[in-house]
């Protein structure tokens, strides 16, 4: 809540900075992210390694025609409501009503993760929790 009152801010890490270069790019708004984060890159004025392999990605990508049909949803769709009495704002990367709701991960490996506090190594979905996330999505969404 602390930060979307604006009373608390994120550190940005590389790893968020990347998923949000590969969201502006499916939103359209990549020049405007890249003229706003000049750390992305090198003295010389090229990118940083990880966004070239970020371009790499989305080269990737918007040659799959599935894909990129998932990706062609209302961008950023905001959705709130209730779960158990609690309030629950969302932000769905693709949104196609009544048919998929699309969140866009870009990861670095699908080797499992060690979970410190479980003591066990978990896939990328369990460890950041986005089943979770998922299923809070599908909640306020109605599904």
Request: hydrophobic share 35%; with cysteine.
């Amino acid at each position: 809540m602390a930060e979307l009152k604006g009373e608390w801010q994120r550190e940005e890490s590389s790893a968020l900075l990347i998923g949000s270069y590969v969201d502006s790019w499916f939103e359209g708004t990549l020049e405007q992210f890249k003229a706003e984060h000049p750390e992305i890159f090198k003295r010389d004025g090229t990118l940083k390694s990880e966004f070239i392999k970020a371009d790499e990605i989305i080269a990737r990508v918007s040659r799959d025609e599935l894909f990129m049909k998932y990706m062609g949803g209302k961008k950023q769709a905001i959705k709130t409501g209730e779960i158990c009495g609690v309030p629950f704002k969302i932000k769905i990367d693709s949104y196609h009503k009544g048919r998929a709701i699309v969140d866009l991960k870009i990861i670095k490996d699908f080797e499992p993760l060690w979970d410190e506090e479980d003591g066990c190594r978990k896939d990328f979905i369990q460890y950041w929790g986005y089943d979770y996330q998922a299923a809070i999505y599908q909640a306020i969404e109605g599904n």
